[in-house]
């Protein structure tokens, strides 16, 4: 009898963690990172008014978004830096930035990092440069 009761425990224990195992594999979403506006290698038409616009969309929930953009040559001036935590299925960040204190010609950079799960430990990347006029 005490054999049958312990092989019930380590059976229930063992399909407890399968169960577990699978609700992981359910976690980490699929993540499409789209840049609307403006697009990659582009001059914008007026260094006052650039219009940015970028959809992170995934299969369940985007869980954690964030977004930096600064001058190509310069890492510690950041013009936007946006972290948001959402349970929705797309999250569209769209702003509208006067860069004109910029020097004509200036490249700027864009990077976007999506977490595929809510712990955050997986990532999707991308990144886009453009230019002013």
């Keep these: 009898m005490k054999n049958l009761l312990l092989f019930g425990f380590l059976f229930i224990g063992l399909l407890a963690t399968a169960c577990g195992d699978d609700d992981d594999d359910h976690d980490h979403d699929d993540v499409t990172i789209e840049f609307l506006e403006p697009n990659d290698g582009e001059t914008v038409a007026?260094?006052?008014?650039?219009?940015?616009?970028?959809?992170?969309?995934?299969?369940?929930?985007?869980?954690?978004?964030?977004?930096?953009?600064?001058p190509e040559d310069d890492e510690s001036d950041l013009i936007i830096d946006y972290d948001a935590h959402s349970h929705e299925s797309t999250i569209d960040?769209?702003?509208?930035?006067?860069?004109?204190?910029?020097p004509s010609g200036t490249e700027f950079h864009i990077d976007v990092r999506v977490a595929k799960d809510h712990e955050g430990t997986e990532f999707e990347t991308a990144d886009l440069h453009f230019r002013i006029p």
Excluded: P, Q
Aim: aromatic share 8%; hydrophobic share 35%; glycine share 0%.
């Design 93 to 102: 960040f769209e702003e509208d930035y006067d860069l004109s204190s910029y």
């Design 46 to 70: 007026a260094a006052d008014d650039v219009h940015i616009h970028i959809r992170a969309t995934a299969e369940d929930e985007v869980h954690d978004l964030e977004i930096k953009m600064h």
